[in-house]
């Protein structure tokens, strides 16, 4: 049997035998994947449209309760556009921009994450995790009925796993008894306390913050503003934070910090936090609670993310703390990097040393992310005299002056990773504009009577800025250097040629190019 760590919210994929169950040998698979939550279940179908056969490993049969991950970001969308799930998360999610900033019962300041037109994307929707993932595997059933050799496999859960040189061995356990398989990949997306980091005995290493926050998913008619509100010290809530966002379905997610010393199952009964939200909300205004939850973060990660044919993606590679919205879109940033490159490998299109550097790139975006993450948690709960002392003082300028804004942090928002520095960067001209150079995501606009981003990705790509190129074997997307365009991707240059990943990052660019440039550049995202 297999174990019931959690109620589902939606029944996705319940369990069906296997014809593994029912052969004596271990069948090899090319790619398992452990996990079947949205980072997992992202990755199937990423490497399932590129042709990759794999197998979704999950112990569970659909989706949890409870809201969990609620914001995405303009990139996480970006990236869903371009598996085909993006529309129904926006049709649905709350989308927003403008953020607000409290000190007890005054705003401070206001800021808009995408204060410039010409994005298909929002900057941040707010969607339920479940709906997240139900929209995911909805994709995943279309494109297994156009031929997507992806599989799930409900109530199976890992036993245990040895990771060989060449391929890796697992136990699985199932309603009708375990059974194994083989398969030469591994990717374990089975979340922070990854039960496949623990088999395999990797550490996960790094900070545990001394401080609380619970969790409150209210439904009601409310007059709030689509906005993320967020309080230092409210009446409500003295000496503490209080977050709040809206969500579908006229939920309002809520998120009190209570400090370190507290009773964490008191806290999470009605006559503690029902008080607690009626302060908040004013007398009058009626509520029901949905969901409750108390937690504790932590801003951890594993020394390194690939161990031979074993891949660590999402919360078993890396964990931060919910403010700035950093780990399931850090997640999809996993999937975003690792699934073509495992696609060029199993094509036979790179040399599998290319796989070595998804540990290179999204090991860099990790960290940046705990640092981002770690600054922010010490700023809403400072430890020490001098911590807090500084955290009040910029408090008190920031209505004065906005030249402290950048000072005051309630979570630096995820935004995506732009890889300085990395191994497949090609040539770059720094008289281009920065936000588009060699290593960053591209930056979306209106072009040829549509999106950029949805005319770009999947494969590698050249993008001719205003200027004619050929290059045999490569599509070329031609640009004709409006406005809009001009400031994204040239600046003060006429033209320019842009070489184009298949996880829509930027790997060269040149004012003027040719074939053999290109091609050179090309060699040398793939791995050289």
Known sequence: MVDVRYETAFTLYPYQRSEDQDVDAPVRHPVVIVGGGPVGMAMALDLGQKGVPCVVLDDHDGVGVGSRAICFAKRTLEICDRLGAGDPMVDLGVVWNVGKVFREDRQIYDFNLLPEEGHKRPAFINLQQPYFEKFLVERIRV????????????????????????????????????????????????????????????????????????????????????????????????????????????IWRIDFQLGWDIDREAVVQPEYYMPKVQAMLGEGVEFEPEWVSVYTFQCMSMDQYRYGPVFFAGDSAHQVSPFGARGCNGGMQDVDNLAWKLAAVYHGEADAR??????????????????????????????????????????DLVEHTNAMRPLVNSGRLSLPCVYDGSSLNGPDDNRMPVRTRVGSTLVDAPVNGGWLMDQVGNYFIVLAVNCEIQIEGLQVLRLDADPMVTERYLGDLLQAVYLIRPDQIIAARWEIASAADVISALQVAKGG
Not at 203 to 226: H, Q, S, W, Y
Not at 237 to 249: A, C, E, F, R, T
Not at 362 to 381: Q, V, W
Request: glycine share 6%; net charge negative.
């Open 143 to 250: 494109a297994q009925a156009e031929g997507a050799p992806i599989e799930i496999r409900g109530k199976n859960a890992v036993l245990s796993v040895e990771s060989h040189a060449d391929h890796v061995l697992l136990e699985v356990g199932s309603p009708d008894g375990p059974y194994k398989i083989e398969s030469n990949y591994l990717i374990a997306c089975d979340g922070a306390r990854s039960p496949v980091r623990g088999m395999l005995g990797h550490d996960f290493t790094g900070r545990i913050f001394e401080d609380n926050f619970l969790i409150c998913d209210v439904k009601m008619e409310a007059e709030f503003p689509t906005e993320r509100w967020f309080w230092f010290d409210p009446p409500f809530n003295p000496g503490q934070s209080v977050l709040l966002h809206k969500q579908p379905d006229d």
């Open 354 to 395: 290319l796989l070595d550097t998804y540990n290179e790139e999204r090991k860099h975006g990790a960290d940046e992310n705990i640092l981002n993450s770690s600054r922010t948690t010490d700023f809403m709960t400072p430890k020490t005299a001098i911590a807090k002392l500084f955290r009040e003082s910029v408090l």
